[in-house]
């Protein structure tokens, strides 16, 4: 009797556990179901759009010379720029994690800094120093030096984990030191390469500002414009279809062509520091020219240029009375989305971390999918939705604050699951042992322990609120004016003066960011 007491005896915190585990699940559960649902809004207007308009008049939309010309636009600066992105990024993280190039912990902290630039800034500034840029060669040159950094971060950071054990091996047996390369490191880096491909290939698909200033057409400027000219006409929702299926088929290339191959190993690795390759003098020459020059295109021209313009405008174009209140719109819409996007990311990061099972997968990677379509599609599926079902909220903030919770919802996820993985359950599970209801266990322990991870992604989605333009553009209600949409309003009227003080605010305010990034590739790293 005694011996079966002992076998069925049950701690009190597991008791908790059992009796509360599936009354906190559920509630949470149907949180992230809420808010999955409301993440695949843009997808189902895609569908829906497409059933509702009819395959006859789909194919007339769709094969229009026009949507041709666009596709070809579109492919073409895709082909062309994330393998040019892959190339500088590849050369760059060498030489400034594998070589012996002088200041190279400088070039390193330069090649990330771009990102602190908005790309519809690269563009302005590239227009005000060559006002004839302008077409498929324009939107390479600009579109690689504003997404490089995507690519050059995770290169680095897979670069400075690396095994030197491994290339050594290879050097044993006599592998000459390019081969090494191309035989033993670069394959190693293939899933940074391809995520950080993936990455530029959607901002390139998504991007409006860039292009529009250097007048090249692509799908999101034509969807724009086609918004603008007839109202969400179906000429324009069928470019936001063709526009989707181009993100997916992205999506799906770079799953297809990830590969199954190992690139851990059992053990702690070798513990010896990497000895840089020597350059030697002829060879560290020509070596410097490339972050020197990428640094001047990259950083030299938007510093020049913003630098140039705020001389010319001298203090009248500080227009306080407008720059002001522009700046106060931005930081509370950015304030409150990036509370309203962190606090919807917390059932869903609760459950992939605490209940990790299939149908919670599938959940989390809803919101990873639909969130890579282009903001103009977000844009345009609120506008069909909320015009039919909630035209109370139609040109509101509420509708605004939901196109950046759509929109950026991955970035307060990711950090947010994070953060929850460093919490110890067996502090909640205590908790409710000792009394505590579930939701307080959950705030009172979970969320203070992951209280960095959280903090972290609601800096992610504040910032990249602040230079978000083609959403606000669409959906902000009247008299809204954001930094970007200020920005946007006087560079095209040509009046780039004026424009300046906007854009050197936002890259302040994006400083933040390209430094957090840039921490967390090396803080990943273990440097």
Not at 215 to 226: E, G, L
Request: proline fraction near 6%; include cysteine; charged fraction near 10%.
């Amino acid at each position: 009797m005694a011996a079966t007491q002992s076998d069925s005896y049950v701690p009190p915190a597991l008791r908790v556990w059992r009796r509360t585990g599936n009354q906190a699940g559920a509630p949470v559960t149907a949180a992230a179901l809420l808010v999955t649902l409301l993440a695949l809004l843009p997808l189902a207007f895609v569908i829906g759009v497409t059933i509702q308009t009819g395959w006859s008049t789909v194919m007339q939309l769709l094969v229009r010379p026009r949507v041709g010309e666009l596709l070809v636009n579109t492919v073409l600066l895709v082909v062309l720029t994330v393998p040019l992105c892959t190339i500088l990024a590849v050369a760059l993280a060498w030489l400034t994690e594998r070589s012996d190039l002088p200041g190279r912990r400088a070039w390193s902290l330069l090649a990330a800094a771009p990102l602190a630039v908005p790309a519809f800034v690269h563009s302005y500034a590239w227009v005000g120093l060559v006002p004839s840029l302008h077409g498929l060669f324009a939107g390479v040159l600009v579109s690689v030096l504003a997404y490089f950094p995507f690519l050059y971060l995770p290169a680095a950071a897979t670069l400075r984990r690396l095994d030197p054990g491994l290339e050594d091996a290879a050097a044993s047996l006599g592998v000459k030191p390019w081969a090494i390369f191309f035989r033993v490191v670069l394959p190693q880096m293939r899933l940074a390469i391809w995520g950080g491909a993936l990455l530029v290939g959607l901002h390139l698909l998504a991007e409006y500002g860039l292009y529009a200033m250097l007048r090249f057409d692509t799908f999101t400027t034509a969807i724009f414009d086609q918004f603008q000219s007839t109202y969400n006409g179906p000429a324009a929702n069928m470019l936001a279809v063709v526009l989707a299926l181009c993100c997916l088929s992205m999506l799906t290339l770079e799953a297809a062509t990830r590969g199954s191959a190992r690139y851990a190993h059992v053990g702690a690795g070798s513990a010896r520091l990497l000895r840089p390759h020597r350059l030697g003098k002829q060879a560290t020459v020509i070596c410097l020219l490339l972050p020197a020059l990428t640094a001047v295109l990259a950083l030299g021209v938007p510093l020049v240029t913003l630098t140039r313009w705020l001389i010319a405008g001298g203090a009248a174009v500080w227009r306080i009375d407008e720059i002001v209140p522009a700046l106060g719109q931005t930081l509370a819409l950015a304030a409150a989305g990036a509370l309203l996007t962190t606090c919807a990311a917390m059932p869903m990061a609760w459950l992939s971390i605490r209940h990790p099972g299939r149908l919670n997968r599938v959940l989390e990677a809803c919101n990873y999918i639909t969130s890579s379509l282009p903001g103009i599609v977000v844009a345009l599926a609120l506008v069909t939705i909320v015009v039919r079902i909630a035209p109370a909220i139609y040109q509101t903030s509420v509708t605004v604050l939901l196109a950046y919770l759509l929109m950026f919802l991955p970035r307060a996820l990711i950090s947010l699951r994070a953060g929850i993985a460093q919490a110890p359950v067996e502090l909640e599970n205590t908790a409710r042992s000792l009394g505590r209801s579930p939701g307080r266990a959950f705030w009172a322990i979970t969320m203070r322990l992951s209280a960095p991870g959280a903090a972290a992604g609601a800096a992610l989605v504040f910032l990249a609120i602040t230079n978000e333009l083609t959403a606000t553009l669409l959906l902000a209600p009247n008299g809204t004016h954001t930094l970007a949409t200020g920005f946007w309003a006087f560079s095209s009227e040509i009046d780039y003066a004026a424009a300046a003080p906007y854009a050197l605010i936002m890259v302040l305010l994006s400083l933040p960011l390209t430094w957090l990034l840039y921490s967390q590739s090396k803080h990943l790293a273990g440097r």
